[in-house]
């Protein structure tokens, strides 16, 4: 039904939402800041660079965009490359789809050197076909041409290209674009053709 499956990498194939959880509310505190209760689903949709510049921008910080990136470039490597695991079932269905010569890429609002060292680390690397990320595309995923582009860069014909999100805002944006999307989740999103809790029901999808 498909050749290929685009997925999310934070949520979706990692285990790693608790980073972005953690990581602006951990530089706040460390700043004497009391974190608002909005933050993490402030920054959700958008990338590092527009996070940093809107923290620099709304709590005043004695920081200049440069070494606030310099900040969270280290702390996301060590994490990545040291302390991010996959989701229950993620490499059982990798491989499930790779046996079915189905082609697996990843579109990820994280940089592509992070989620590489990752993959690596965790041996699912050499599953994947290919790797596009935000700062590569340059447009954010809350964008439907986010997935446009990557279906050009990708060589990918969208019709037979499966998206698969965890976030809200990305499953709309790839829906948007023309691409049949499932959304990945405890939530039912109206609109999406395919809603699931679980990374092995994608194996009855394609």
């Given at each position: ?8 990498a ?10 972005w959880n953690?990581?602006t509310v951990?530089?706040?505190k460390?700043?004497?800041i009391v974190?608002?209760v909005?933050i993490n689903?402030i ?8 996070g940093i510049i809107?923290?620099l ?24 490359g040291?302390?991010?695991k996959?989701?229950?079932h ?5 491989a ?5 010569q189905i082609?697996i890429?990843v ?10 060292a ?5 041996g699912i ?10 700062k590569?595309i340059?447009i954010?995923k ?5 997935y ?5 860069r990708l060589?990918?014909d969208?019709?037979g290209?499966?998206?698969v999100?965890d976030?809200?805002?990305a499953a709309?944006s790839?829906m948007?674009?023309?691409?049949a ?14 809603n ?5 029901e994608?194996?009855?999808?394609v």
């Amino acid at each position: 039904m498909f050749d290929a499956v685009i997925f999310d990498a934070d949520g979706t194939l990692l285990d790693s939402l608790w980073i972005w959880n953690s990581i602006t509310v951990n530089l706040l505190k460390a700043k004497g800041i009391v974190p608002p209760v909005d933050i993490n689903a402030i920054l959700a949709e958008k990338s590092v660079e527009e996070g940093i510049i809107y923290l620099l921008d709304r709590f005043k910080l004695d920081e200049t965009k440069q070494s606030m990136q310099v900040w969270y470039d280290k702390t996301l490597q060590q994490w990545y490359g040291e302390k991010v695991k996959l989701l229950p079932h993620a490499e059982e269905v990798l491989a499930f789809l790779k046996d079915r010569q189905i082609e697996i890429f990843v579109a990820s609002a994280t940089d592509r050197p992070l989620l590489e060292a990752c993959f690596s680390n965790n041996g699912i690397l050499p599953l994947l076909s290919g790797i596009v990320s935000e700062k590569e595309i340059g447009i954010p995923k809350r964008e439907p041409a986010f997935y446009s582009e990557t279906a050009r860069r990708l060589h990918l014909d969208r019709t037979g290209s499966l998206v698969v999100e965890d976030a809200v805002h990305a499953a709309t944006s790839a829906m948007k674009a023309g691409f049949a999307t499932v959304h990945i989740g405890t939530g039912k999103l109206d609109g999406v053709p395919y809603n699931i809790t679980d990374l092995r029901e994608l194996e009855a999808i394609v």
